[in-house]
Protein backbone atom coordinates (compact mmCIF):
# COMPACT_ATOMS: atom_id res chain seq x y z
CA UNK A 1 0.00 0.00 0.00
CA UNK A 2 1.93 2.80 -1.13
CA UNK A 3 1.62 6.63 0.79
CA UNK A 4 -0.32 9.36 -0.61
CA UNK A 5 1.37 12.43 0.19
CA UNK A 6 -2.10 14.57 -0.37
CA UNK A 7 -3.16 12.74 3.07
CA UNK A 8 0.40 12.34 4.45
CA UNK A 9 2.48 15.61 3.85
CA UNK A 10 5.38 14.51 6.55
CA UNK A 11 8.10 13.72 4.65
CA UNK A 12 12.00 13.54 5.72
CA UNK A 13 13.40 16.66 4.59
CA UNK A 14 16.60 14.29 3.68
CA UNK A 15 13.85 12.33 1.56
CA UNK A 16 13.57 15.85 -0.14
CA UNK A 17 16.73 16.11 -0.99
CA UNK A 18 17.24 13.15 -2.11
CA UNK A 19 19.96 12.05 0.25
CA UNK A 20 18.43 8.05 -0.06
CA UNK A 21 17.38 8.25 3.63
CA UNK A 22 14.79 6.06 4.74
CA UNK A 23 11.43 7.92 5.32
CA UNK A 24 9.93 8.00 8.87
CA UNK A 25 7.10 5.06 8.83
CA UNK A 26 3.65 6.69 8.24
CA UNK A 27 0.64 5.52 10.60
CA UNK A 28 -2.05 3.60 10.33
CA UNK A 29 -4.06 6.03 11.79
CA UNK A 30 -4.28 9.60 12.94
CA UNK A 31 -6.06 10.14 15.69
CA UNK A 32 -7.44 14.11 16.20
CA UNK A 33 -8.51 15.18 20.11
CA UNK A 34 -9.67 17.86 21.87
CA UNK A 35 -5.88 18.70 23.43
CA UNK A 36 -7.89 21.26 25.70
CA UNK A 37 -9.71 18.39 27.33
CA UNK A 38 -8.74 16.87 30.26
CA UNK A 39 -10.28 13.81 29.71
CA UNK A 40 -9.21 13.63 26.01
CA UNK A 41 -5.68 14.44 27.21
CA UNK A 42 -5.97 10.94 29.39
CA UNK A 43 -7.68 8.79 27.00
CA UNK A 44 -4.70 9.90 24.31
CA UNK A 45 -2.47 8.99 27.33
CA UNK A 46 -3.92 5.42 27.23
CA UNK A 47 -3.69 4.92 23.81
CA UNK A 48 -0.23 5.61 23.55
CA UNK A 49 0.54 2.83 26.73
CA UNK A 50 -1.57 0.26 24.45
CA UNK A 51 0.05 1.52 20.82
CA UNK A 52 3.36 -0.50 21.50
CA UNK A 53 3.95 -0.89 17.66
CA UNK A 54 3.64 3.17 16.82
CA UNK A 55 0.78 2.66 14.41
CA UNK A 56 -1.34 5.83 15.56
CA UNK A 57 -0.57 9.19 15.86
CA UNK A 58 -2.20 11.27 18.15
CA UNK A 59 -2.68 14.90 16.96
CA UNK A 60 -4.00 17.39 19.36
CA UNK A 61 -6.79 19.33 16.81
CA UNK A 62 -5.22 22.49 18.45
CA UNK A 63 -2.20 22.01 16.69
CA UNK A 64 -1.79 24.36 13.58
CA UNK A 65 -0.89 21.36 11.34
CA UNK A 66 -3.65 19.34 12.02
CA UNK A 67 -5.77 21.88 9.93
CA UNK A 68 -3.25 21.74 6.91
CA UNK A 69 -2.72 18.25 7.13
CA UNK A 70 -6.43 17.31 7.25
CA UNK A 71 -8.62 19.36 5.57
CA UNK A 72 -10.78 16.80 5.28
CA UNK A 73 -11.94 16.67 8.82
CA UNK A 74 -14.64 18.92 9.85
CA UNK A 75 -13.36 21.17 13.16
CA UNK A 76 -16.35 21.60 14.60
CA UNK A 77 -17.24 18.18 14.08
CA UNK A 78 -13.62 17.43 16.11
CA UNK A 79 -14.44 19.50 18.84
CA UNK A 80 -17.26 17.24 19.68
CA UNK A 81 -16.19 13.52 18.83
CA UNK A 82 -12.70 12.87 18.55
CA UNK A 83 -11.77 12.13 14.70
CA UNK A 84 -9.76 9.30 13.88
CA UNK A 85 -8.12 9.65 10.07
CA UNK A 86 -6.82 5.92 7.91
CA UNK A 87 -4.26 6.09 5.78
CA UNK A 88 -6.63 6.36 2.85
CA UNK A 89 -8.08 9.60 4.54
CA UNK A 90 -11.42 8.31 5.40
CA UNK A 91 -12.41 10.42 8.78
CA UNK A 92 -13.89 8.10 11.29
CA UNK A 93 -15.69 9.47 14.47
CA UNK A 94 -16.31 8.90 17.88
CA UNK A 95 -17.01 5.71 18.89
CA UNK A 96 -16.44 4.34 15.18
CA UNK A 97 -12.67 6.06 15.96
CA UNK A 98 -12.29 4.34 18.85
CA UNK A 99 -13.35 1.13 17.21
CA UNK A 100 -10.50 1.96 14.48
CA UNK A 101 -7.84 2.11 17.81
CA UNK A 102 -9.11 -1.02 19.28
CA UNK A 103 -8.71 -2.31 15.48
CA UNK A 104 -4.87 -1.14 15.26
CA UNK A 105 -3.67 -1.97 18.18
CA UNK A 106 -2.48 -5.45 18.82
CA UNK A 107 -5.17 -7.40 22.10
CA UNK A 108 -7.85 -4.60 21.75
CA UNK A 109 -8.91 -6.59 18.26
CA UNK A 110 -12.28 -7.97 20.19
CA UNK A 111 -13.33 -5.14 21.64
CA UNK A 112 -13.14 -3.20 18.92
CA UNK A 113 -15.49 -5.89 16.71
CA UNK A 114 -18.13 -5.46 19.65
CA UNK A 115 -18.42 -1.65 19.23
CA UNK A 116 -19.39 -2.75 16.01
CA UNK A 117 -21.76 -4.89 16.38
CA UNK A 118 -25.46 -3.14 15.36
CA UNK A 119 -27.11 -2.64 18.79
CA UNK A 120 -23.58 -2.52 21.15
CA UNK A 121 -22.58 0.16 18.29
CA UNK A 122 -25.67 1.96 18.64
CA UNK A 123 -25.63 1.90 22.95
CA UNK A 124 -22.06 3.13 22.53
CA UNK A 125 -22.60 6.00 20.42
CA UNK A 126 -25.11 7.34 22.40
CA UNK A 127 -22.67 6.83 25.71
CA UNK A 128 -19.88 8.52 23.87
CA UNK A 129 -22.07 11.59 22.69
CA UNK A 130 -23.61 11.75 26.83
CA UNK A 131 -19.81 11.76 27.90
CA UNK A 132 -18.20 14.19 24.84
CA UNK A 133 -21.33 16.40 25.30
CA UNK A 134 -20.51 16.62 29.35
CA UNK A 135 -16.98 16.37 29.35
CA UNK A 136 -16.72 19.97 30.31
CA UNK A 137 -18.44 20.22 33.30
CA UNK A 138 -16.92 17.83 34.79
CA UNK A 139 -13.26 19.68 34.82
CA UNK A 140 -14.87 23.45 35.66
CA UNK A 141 -11.52 24.80 36.39
CA UNK A 142 -10.40 24.12 32.70
CA UNK A 143 -13.01 26.52 31.65
CA UNK A 144 -12.46 29.57 33.96
CA UNK A 145 -11.39 31.45 30.63
CA UNK A 146 -14.86 31.30 29.32
CA UNK A 147 -12.97 28.75 26.51
CA UNK A 148 -15.25 26.05 27.03
CA UNK A 149 -18.36 28.08 25.69
CA UNK A 150 -18.65 26.35 22.79
CA UNK A 151 -19.05 23.23 24.66
CA UNK A 152 -21.42 24.26 27.39
CA UNK A 153 -23.44 26.86 26.49
CA UNK A 154 -26.85 26.46 26.08
CA UNK A 155 -27.82 24.52 23.16
CA UNK A 156 -25.60 21.94 24.31
CA UNK A 157 -26.97 21.10 27.71
CA UNK A 158 -27.59 17.90 28.83
CA UNK A 159 -30.77 19.04 30.82
CA UNK A 160 -34.24 17.70 31.54
CA UNK A 161 -37.02 20.17 30.49
CA UNK A 162 -39.37 21.07 32.94
CA UNK A 163 -42.85 21.19 31.42
CA UNK A 164 -45.75 23.49 33.27
CA UNK A 165 -48.21 20.91 32.93
CA UNK A 166 -45.99 18.53 35.00
Known amino acids: MGRERSHWPQI???EISGCGCEAKKMPDLTVLYDGACGLCRASVARVRRIDRG???ELLDLHEPAAAAR???VNREEALRLMQAVDSGGKVYSGVDAWARIGLAVSGWKLIAWLLLVPGIHLAAGQIYAWV???RYRW?????AD???AVHTGPSHRD???IHPNN
Not at 139 to 143: A, H, K, Q, S, V
Open 132 to 134: ARN
Open 12 to 14: CAA
Open 54 to 56: GRI
Open 159 to 161: SEH
Open 146 to 148: GSC
Open 139 to 143: NPELC
Open 70 to 72: FPQ
